[in-house]
C-alpha cells in the first residue's frame, strides 16, 4: 500500500529512542523527509545515523527541550529551514513518573504539564497555519491507553493525557474543513524503556521480582504478550497518510486488546 508520504515533511518528537523512533523510522521508510528531536544529543545522533542507514531517507537531528519555546522554535525553524514546511507532526513525550497523589507536589505537575500539554499545545500552534494554508496537514498525538481506562499510580499520565486528548479532539473539529487530520494514538504495554522502568517501580513497591509484574501485566493482555514498537508505528504511520484523510478526532489503541471499554 503506498501510503502517500513520500517527500512529506514530518516532525517527531522524543525519536531518539522508544515509540518515537520506532514512528521515525516507519515515516522514514515510506519516503517522508523526517525531522528527529529529543534531549539528548548523543543518542538522537545515533537513532538519526541508524534510520538513515536503514530507510536511506533525509533525517534531520535537533536536541531540545520542548518544554521550552526556545527548543520549540529551533525544532520548528530547522524542519522549516531544511525542508521548506511541515506537513506532519508527532506529538510526543516520556512519561511521567509513577507516583501516588500525596507524592506529587504542584511544582512536579507544573513541569510536566509543560513537558507534556505545553509543548503539543505550542508546537501544534507553530505548525498548524501552514497546514490550513496548504489545506493538508496531519498532527498525531501520542498518549497512552490510560486516557480510556485509567492505570494505578500513573496520576499524571492518566490527567494530562486526557488533557491533550481534549485539546486533540476539540481542534480536530476546528481544522477538519481545512484538509487537517488530529488524532491520537495510545500505545498499550510495548517493548519500550518507559515500559521497563514502570514494571521495575511496581516490583520494587510491592517486593516481588520484575518477571512477576511482567507476567502479570502480560496475563491481563489479550493477545498475552508486551507490543513491539514497530506495530506501534505501523499505525502512526497510516494515521498521518494521505490514506487516513477521512480519519479525524479519533483515539486508536494500539494494546493487544487491553481496554476493555467498547468506546
Keep these: 500500500m503506498d501510503l502517500g508520504l513520500k517527500d512529506r515533511t514530518a516532525i517527531v518528537c522524543a525519536a531518539s529512542r522508544g515509540l518515537g523512533y520506532a514512528v521515525a523510522r516507519e515515516l522514514a521508510a515510506e519516503g517522508a523527509r523526517v525531522v528527529i528531536c529529543a534531549r539528548g544529543d548523543e543518542r538522537l545522533q545515533t537513532a538519526r545515523q541508524a534510520i538513515i542507514a536503514e530507510t536511506k531517507a533525509d533525517v534531520r537531528a535537533v536536541a531540545a527541550d520542548l518544554a521550552t519555546t526556545a527548543g520549540i522554535d529551533a525544532v520548528v525553524r530547522a524542519a522549516e529551514t531544511a525542508f521548506g514546511q511541515v506537513d506532519i507532526l ?18 512536579l505537575w507544573q513541569q510536566h ?60 473539529t476546528e481544522t477538519a474543513r481545512d484538509g487537517v487530520t488530529v488524532n491520537c494514538i495510545l500505545p498499550g504495554f510495548t517493548k519500550t524503556e518507559r515500559v521497563e522502568h514502570l514494571a521495575q517501580a511496581n516490583a520494587e513497591r510491592e517486593g516481588v521480582s520484575i518477571e512477576q509484574v511482567n507476567a502479570r501485566t502480560e496475563a491481563q493482555i489479550p493477545m498475552g504478550r508486551i507490543g513491539e514498537p514497530r506495530e506501534f508505528g505501523a499505525l502512526a504511520a497510516f494515521l498521518v497518510s494521505e490514506r487516513a484523510s477521512y480519519i479525524t478526532g479519533q483515539s486508536v489503541a494500539v494494546d493487544g486488546g487491553w481496554i476493555r471499554a467498547l468506546y
Excluded: C, H
Design 90 to 107: 508527532v506529538n510526543n513525550t516520556g512519561g511521567p513518573p509513577s507516583a501516588p497523589f500525596e507524592k506529587l507536589p504542584w511544582d
Design 113 to 172: 504539564v509543560d513537558n507534556l500539554l505545553r509543548s503539543t499545545v505550542e508546537l501544534t500552534r507553530r505548525v498548524l497555519p501552514g497546514m490550513r494554508e496548504r489545506k493538508w496537514g496531519r498532527v498525531l498525538n501520542v498518549t497512552s491507553i490510560t486516557v480510556k481506562q485509567p492505570v494505578d499510580g500513573l496520576m499524571l499520565s492518566n490527567s494530562l493525557r486526557a488533557a491533550v486528548t481534549g485539546f486533540a479532539r476539540t481542534l480536530a
